[in-house]
């Protein structure tokens, strides 16, 4: 459902991207882990469209990102880095926006959002304007604007940035719900995250990609937790 081929991306003198390549199929769930500047934000706004690649390409469903950008962006749903939302919509307002813009009409809409606004946990802040919300119902409502059309790819960065425990063990369950059905890439922080929800782990520093393998066989190899496997790997205290 996913495959990323050579991708780079410079900003002036700084390599963000050096050049990664892989490929991700429907029930998988990756983490996308490394240190800050590692990459991985970069890496994941070429795959949805919003910034071109220097050289390499990718591809969402079979569309190419450079030569049918359209066709990727309409196969996935994105949750950017900081949740951007019109501040002064409303939350239903702004969902129903996303529905405009994606071209869900009619029964259509009621039916994605009847979906999506209990999925995320939104239903008591539905009538708020956005910009009275706490970081976390941010969040959740970035997360229904990504699953609002039921793609069949996911790109989550950070999805539990902000979150309370219980709130981050809901978006995780929702995770785990929806793997088997989807492809889902997630950038996070959180190796405990990882844990709980990827079959597979990569992990960039530099812009290159160090690893790529699946939790439980990173702490068997190194015989050490994963927290203790990324920062041996990220300062390249291993072979």
């Known amino acids: 459902m996913i495959e990323v081929k050579e991708l ?61 950008p359209i066709g990727a962006r309409r196969s996935l749903g994105y949750l950017a880095e900081n949740s951007p939302a019109y501040p002064e919509m409303t939350v239903g307002g702004f969902l129903k926006f996303i529905c405009d813009v994606r071209r869900i009409t009619g029964a259509k809409r009621k039916q994605a959002l009847d979906r999506v606004v209990p999925m995320c946990s939104i239903e008591s802040v539905y009538h708020q304007s956005i910009e009275t919300l706490s970081k976390g119902y941010k969040r959740r409502v970035g997360l229904a604007q990504a699953l609002i059309h039921d793609p069949d790819v996911l790109i989550l960065d950070e999805p539990t940035d902000g979150l309370d425990p219980n709130q981050k063990h809901g978006v995780r369950k929702l995770i785990n719900e929806m793997a088997k059905d989807k492809c889902i890439v997630i950038s996070t922080h959180i190796l405990e995250e990882v844990e709980a929800v990827c079959s597979r782990t990569i992990i960039v520093a530099r812009g290159r990609i160090l690893v790529d393998s699946t939790p439980k066989e990173l702490k068997e190899k190194h015989h050490a937790t994963l927290d203790e496997v990324f920062r041996k790997i990220t300062q390249g205290k291993v072979a």
Not at 12 to 36: C, T
Not at 48 to 61: E, L, M, N, R, W
Request: aromatic fraction near 4%; charged fraction near 15%.
């Open 8 to 68: 780079r991306r410079s900003f002036g003198p700084v390599v963000a991207v050096d050049g990664i390549s892989f490929s991700a199929e429907k029930g998988q769930v990756v983490g996308l882990l490394g240190p800050n500047g590692a990459g991985k934000t970069t890496a994941m706004r070429m795959i949805t469209c919003y910034i071109q690649p220097d050289s390499g390409t990718a591809s969402v469903c079979g569309h190419d990102i450079l030569t049918d």
